[in-house]
């Protein structure tokens, strides 16, 4: 019999919490096993916010706390208070054989931080964000071949993991001479609430009552994974005042028109492709809750205009999306399906 997949999560926030709660309901993982859960919060606050959520609702089983035990739906996960996890021992006998850490606390920016899963024991760590310690970063649908023997990979962000699988396709069936890409994001926890000075103004603007022009790492980090894009691709971020579930609006000045084939090239383009979904109903950013896929375009916004420039609007759960891309490459880091 196969053993379980082993993971242990570093970091209970956003996407931590996100990546339990699908491994927890969906019997798809039933061989995944959390070794673990590390997080400096208290437990019963940690256990609090995984049970009621603003975004996903109320969790559909039981939450409840032990003695460093946080308990799921009858999975007792070991629950630590450590700053980090330097000086960490995953080999402990019940431990033994964690395949892959998920570094999601944010702050896996320098090598010692990265690494510290590994020095624990485990084999791997991914890490839920850019960051310029891991050995490669990988997106989904685009470079995964190229995996190799890092042992400190990057998810990349969410946003790039909504622009490259769309980019890359489009480029292959339409080519892209040039492309503008703007993400309509939803705010997040790196803004305040109330006009709080910063070192960004726009971004020191209270976030649920404006709309915010802002920067965003999917430029660069786009072009780290197609580098041939370099000088062809622009990308621009502004936050609104909603909850979750984002968007991209791409704009391509493309080599080949599909004309009135439009409809039907974006079909056979991402029929068979689990990471781009489609819908040609009139959806708003709620519908889109909780959709697994990295991206899914709404073909009612999906235009050419004149015979080279082609208007793609797609929605992206940058929660919920993006946690199913995490546990997808755990998957792989693992070497399982």
């Known amino acids: ?11 209970f926030g956003r996407i931590g919490r996100t990546v339990l709660r699908q491994l927890a309901t969906d019997p798809a993982h039933a061989d995944i096993e959390i070794a673990a859960i590390n997080d400096i919060a208290p437990l019963d606050s940690c256990a609090y916010l995984f049970r009621y959520d603003s975004a996903f609702g109320p969790f559909p089983g039981t939450v409840t706390t032990g003695r460093e035990v946080l308990n799921v739906a009858g999975r007792a996960i070991p629950f630590w208070h450590r700053a980090d996890l330097r000086g960490a021992d995953l080999r402990g006998a019940d431990l033994r054989d964690v395949d892959v850490v998920l570094e999601c606390t944010g702050r896996a920016k320098t090598h010692d931080i990265a690494s510290a899963g590994l020095d624990a024991g485990a084999r791997r760590v991914l890490i839920s964000g850019p960051s310029k310690a891991a050995e490669a970063t990988i997106v989904m649908g685009a470079n995964d071949h190229e995996i190799g023997g890092a042992r400190i990979v990057s998810n990349s962000s969410c946003t790039t993991n909504a622009i490259v699988p769309l980019l890359r396709s489009i480029d292959l069936g339409l080519g892209v001479e040039r492309a503008h890409i703007t ?7 790196s803004q305040p609430t109330v006009d709080k000075p910063g070192p960004n103004l726009e971004r020191s603007r209270a976030a649920a009552v404006s709309i915010v022009p802002t920067t965003t790492s999917a ?8 580098p041939e894009f370099q000088g062809r691709l622009s990308v621009a971020a502004v936050r609104v005042p909603v909850l979750s579930v984002s968007a991209i609006d791409a704009v391509f000045q493309i080599s080949e028109s599909p004309d009135e084939r439009l409809d039907e090239f974006i079909r056979e383009a991402f029929q068979d492709c689990h990471l781009i979904g489609l819908s040609d109903e009139p959806n708003v950013s709620t519908d889109m809750r909780a959709r697994p896929e990295s991206l899914v375009i709404a073909l009612r916004e999906t235009r050419i205009v004149g015979h080279k420039q082609l208007r793609v609007f797609g929605w992206y759960d940058n929660e919920w999306g993006f946690s199913a891309r995490m546990i997808e490459m755990a998957r792989r880091l693992a070497g399982r399906p």
Not at 1 to 11: E, L, Q, S, Y
Not at 183 to 189: P, W
């Open 183 to 189: 993400t309509v994001h939803c705010y997040t926890g």
């Open 1 to 11: 019999m196969t053993r379980p997949i082993r993971i242990a999560i570093n970091g």
């Open 219 to 226: 430029a660069s980090e786009t072009i780290e994974i197609l």
